[in-house]
């Protein structure tokens, strides 16, 4: 059953990332950096902050873009939690990056996570609604993104379990067009200690914007530290990107 399990996922990313394959000129890097500190029904407060990068091309070359976030969160059980966020998120143009950003957007948000476990499969379902100020320009936007974590060689998230993380999110806005962007992911993982984890893996992101769409694939680096609590019981911690 194990092997049943770790060879469909592997199957899953491959035929993923030979997709991403057929444009390496065109794919970009994203690396995440993010500390947790987990919240449960035995510790209700939480948060995290979390830095982002991103470039045009793979290796983290022609850097363009970087974020800097954070939230607080508040757990009405150990599967359902409420978060309210903030973050700057600067754009530059990456031929002339030394002329500064290009857009500079200041974020808050309010979101909604609910997990649900089938057998081995995690599912989180997240619901976010953001209040943007671009440029000084103010928007709104909803997301809801659905992430599916299967471990591998334990049942549960724990040290030394590999996994892998597969995640489908929309954008939509209250003006038009009213949907606005997608995105698709997929890494594989290991959790090296109750507080380490790293991923590697591919994402699309394909925009919908008002005078033409577009989309680009990118490599991803995601690495998370999760604070562990002195008290109470240690529940399961899903590796997740809190982008």
């Keep these: 059953m194990f092997l049943k399990r770790i060879t469909l996922a592997v199957v899953l990313f491959i035929t993923t990332l030979s997709g991403f394959a057929q444009s390496l000129d065109k794919t970009g890097s994203w690396g995440l ?5 987990p919240g449960s029904v035995d510790h209700r407060w939480g948060g995290y902050t979390e830095l982002q990068i991103r470039t045009n091309e793979m ?15 508040y757990n009405f059980s150990n599967n359902f939690s409420v978060l309210l966020g903030t973050g700057r998120y600067n754009t ?34 997240r619901v976010r609604i953001e209040q943007r100020w671009l440029n000084g320009d103010y928007r709104n936007r909803f997301r809801y993104r659905l992430n599916a974590i299967i471990p591998f060689n334990h049942p549960k998230i724990q040290a030394g379990t590999a996994f892998a993380s597969v995640f489908d999110e929309v954008f939509f806005n209250n003006k038009s067009p009213n949907f606005e962007r997608n995105r698709v992911s997929a890494t594989l993982g290991y959790q090296f200690t109750k507080t380490i984890s790293l991923q590697a893996g591919c994402m699309n992101q394909y925009n919908n914007l008002p005078a033409s769409t577009n989309d680009k694939n990118n490599m991803m680096m995601v690495f998370i530290y999760n604070i562990q609590r002195r008290k109470g019981p240690q529940h399961e911690q899903l590796p997740t990107t809190k982008d």
């Design 33 to 37: 950096i993010t500390v947790v500190l």
């Design 59 to 73: 290796l983290y070359k022609q850097f363009y873009y970087f974020e800097v976030k954070g939230g607080v969160s």
């Design 92 to 125: 530059y143009n990456y031929k002339d990056v030394g002329a500064g950003p290009t857009v500079k957007e200041d974020r808050l948000w309010e979101q909604f996570t609910l997990l649900e476990y089938l057998d081995r499969v995690k599912l989180e379902n």
